[in-house]
């Protein structure tokens, strides 16, 4: 009589392991990538960018990236709930406070990036650090009017890390232009 309820208690272990990491991580290079399954990326449709730096206010909050007010504060909408949901999909335990990483969003707020479930993902520390420094960049060349806003948007969707290499030889190339290639994965 015993064994029928160990098995059951056994099944029910393994089914609440396999729902703690529902994820797999891309890689590219040394740096992760989300599970695009999970986190595909998502576009805030009320965000613009004119390189003029001309205030734009949409339902009372700057729209324009390249607007010396513009703030992603007031599009920062996530709730615990969320970030509760995101940590149990990428099977983080202690988080969203926990150390060694972050939920961070696949397409930035600070280039139009939306604050929703699909645009958020648990980023490792050291990568996070990096992919903030990628979104400062792609911030800074869409207010130049070097590349738009929409590229940016994609080349981070696409693959954050190739993103990183293509804004990092655009910095220094004034005649250079950029294409959003497919995902591509690198062996470790």
């Given at each position: 009589m015993?064994?029928?309820?160990?098995?059951?208690?056994?099944?029910?272990?393994?089914?609440?392991?396999?729902?703690?990491?529902t994820?797999?991580?891309?890689?590219?290079?040394?740096?992760?990538?989300?599970?695009?399954?999970?986190t595909?990326?998502a576009?805030?449709?009320?965000i613009?960018a004119?390189?003029?730096?001309?205030?734009?206010?949409?339902n009372?909050?700057?729209?324009?990236?390249?607007?010396?007010?513009?703030?992603?504060?007031?599009?920062?909408?996530?709730?615990?709930a969320?970030n509760?949901?995101?940590?149990e999909e990428?099977?983080?335990?202690?988080c969203p406070?926990?150390?060694?990483?972050?939920?961070?969003?696949?397409?930035?707020?600070?280039i139009?990036?939306?604050?929703?479930?699909?645009?958020?993902?648990?980023?490792?520390?050291?990568?996070?650090?990096?992919?903030?420094?990628?979104?400062?960049?792609?911030k800074?060349?869409?207010?130049?009017?070097?590349i738009?806003?929409?590229?940016?948007q994609?080349?981070m969707?696409?693959?954050?890390v190739?993103?990183?290499?293509?804004?990092?030889?655009l910095?220094?190339?004034a005649?250079c232009?950029?294409?959003v290639?497919?995902?591509?994965?690198?062996?470790r």
């Amino acid at each position: 009589m015993g064994m029928p309820v160990k098995l059951l208690i056994v099944a029910l272990t393994l089914v609440a392991v396999c729902k703690a990491q529902t994820v797999a991580y891309g890689h590219n290079d040394r740096y992760l990538l989300p599970d695009r399954k999970v986190t595909p990326g998502a576009i805030n449709p009320k965000i613009v960018a004119d390189p003029s730096g001309k205030s734009i206010i949409v339902n009372g909050v700057e729209a324009n990236v390249c607007a010396k007010s513009f703030s992603s504060d007031p599009y920062k909408t996530s709730t615990e709930a969320m970030n509760h949901q995101v940590c149990e999909e990428y099977g983080v335990k202690g988080c969203p406070g926990a150390e060694k990483g972050q939920i961070d969003h696949l397409i930035p707020l600070q280039i139009g990036g939306a604050d929703a479930i699909n645009n958020l993902w648990w980023q490792p520390e050291p990568d996070h650090t990096v992919k903030a420094q990628v979104g400062g960049t792609l911030k800074d060349l869409i207010c130049t009017g070097r590349i738009s806003l929409q590229f940016a948007q994609q080349c981070m969707q696409h693959n954050w890390v190739n993103c990183m290499w293509a804004t990092d030889s655009l910095k220094n190339c004034a005649n250079c232009t950029l294409t959003v290639s497919p995902n591509i994965k690198t062996p470790r």
